[in-house]
């Protein structure tokens, strides 16, 4: 989060007639004390400053308004109206430290419209912030929040208040708040709220909290570094399932997360070992178009792996009639759901899913989330998204199985 320029307090502070250069008589902007008259002695040095910062001469009228400061027994107007322009010139001249001092004056005097007030409020909170002074920070961004304010952009500056201030179980109170806030309204919470929530709930060791979270950060923002801090997560799971090794394999590869040669060895030969040697092939190929196989000293062995590959998928074919109908005699559907899934994942899309829908509809299987996993997959293979998310919304199960269906839902929203 960057840090507030001083420049930019100039816009509020035009706009509450800070700027101007009050009048001897009177104060201008300020019907509060319009009534009310400033001695010459005082009005002389504030209209000498205002002369300055009109030649733009910021120092100097900072300078001469110090003057106001030796002038004994002010009377609140002269005090009121000296602070407004010093605020204003302290803001030009960059002076950080004479703009919290002003602010403090006027803040706390509350001679202000309600609104100006409130902005004035934020103001000084930024400044706060802007001199490393979190925990002053942090307190008036929470009067700023309890009397009113609306920006949203001020609550992620009183949130890194809190956590720089040392104030954790606030900052990630807020931080919590802020997002469910976001979401109950329909808005996105901002990349920047749910990557300090990510980092806070990491350090604090809720691995749930933490891994939620990147779930909203990669189905909000989609960037790879989430995707890939997302799926090696929920693979360190302690109730993750090896049994799904291969279809994490397959989100990783579909969402460009597999980048290395032993990545696409060991998914080809997981694919090979499971009986989807048309599948293996598809991997081999894209590692080859890649060019992250068939280079480098084990070139060869990249080429025994593709030969492996066809030879299966060759006594596959001869053996297909065969399978098909042992499959259907099965009562567990399972092997017609591992067949079909076989076929689609090879390219096969309509055959597969057809031999799948009767595996799932056989109601006996030994893994039906499994199962309804990769029907949901082969239906987004082919192009059927509703279909797809509709299976994929049904998968439940503690493995592993629900996390990648909720996955394989957010990559079939943002694909393309």
């Known amino acids: 989060m960057k840090h507030l320029r001083l420049s930019q307090l100039a816009i509020f502070i035009a ?15 300020n019907t509060a004390f319009a009534q009310e008259t400033m001695r010459a002695e005082v009005g002389k040095i504030v209209q000498q400053a205002g002369d300055l910062y009109k030649a733009k001469k910021f120092r100097d009228a900072l300078a001469k308004l110090q003057e106001t400061d030796r002038v004994g027994n002010k009377t609140v107007n002269e005090t009121f109206t000296i602070e407004r322009m010093r605020l ?21 005097a509350n001679k202000l419209p309600s ?3 409130l902005q004035l409020i934020l103001v000084l909170a930024n400044s706060y ?8 920070a942090a307190k008036m961004y929470e009067r700023y929040f309890s009397e009113g304010g609306t920006d949203s952009s001020a609550r992620q500056y009183m949130i890194q208040a809190k956590s720089l201030g040392g104030d954790s179980a606030g900052a990630l109170k807020e931080t919590k708040a802020e997002i469910q806030a976001a979401e109950k309204a329909g808005r996105i919470p901002s990349q920047s709220t749910l990557e300090t929530y990510a980092y806070a709930v990491q350090k604090s060791g809720d691995k749930a909290a933490y891994l939620a979270t990147l779930e909203k950060l990669v189905m909000y923002y989609g960037k790879k570094e989430y995707w890939v801090n997302l799926l090696n997560s929920v693979e360190r799971k302690p109730d993750f399932s090896s049994r799904l090794t291969m279809d994490l394999y397959r989100l990783k590869l579909a969402v460009g997360q597999l980048t290395k040669t032993s990545d696409f060895m060991e998914m080809a030969q997981i694919a090979i070992q499971d009986g989807n040697s048309a599948e293996a ?10 060019g992250i196989l068939g280079t480098g000293p084990e070139a060869a062995r990249h080429g025994r792996l593709k030969d492996l590959a066809n030879k299966r998928l060759a006594e596959s074919k001869a053996a297909r009639a065969a399978l098909e109908a042992d ?3 099965n009562n567990d559907g399972m092997a017609l759901a591992n067949l079909g899934f076989a076929y689609a994942t090879g390219g096969e899309y309509d055959k597969g899913i057809s031999l799948m829908e009767q595996g799932v509809k056989k109601d006996n299987l030994k893994h039906p989330d499994d199962a309804n996993l990769h029907l949901g997959i082969a239906y987004l293979m082919a192009g059927k998204k509703a279909a797809g998310l509709k299976t994929l919304k049904s998968v439940q199960g503690k493995e592993g199985t629900a996390d990648l269906a909720r996955f394989w839902t957010i990559y079939a929203n943002q694909a393309k």
């Open 15 to 29: 706009a509450i007639g800070c700027a101007t250069v009050p009048e001897l008589t009177g104060v201008a902007g």
């Open 88 to 108: 204003s010139v302290a803001s030009a001249a960059g002076d950080n430290d004479a703009v919290i001092r002003s602010g403090e004056i006027i803040v706390a």
């Open 115 to 117: 609104k100006d007030q």
């Open 129 to 136: 912030f802007k001199a490393n002074n979190y925990a002053k």
């Open 281 to 290: 092939l598809k991997i081999i190929d894209q590692g080859y178009k890649a």
């Open 327 to 329: 499959a259907l005699k």
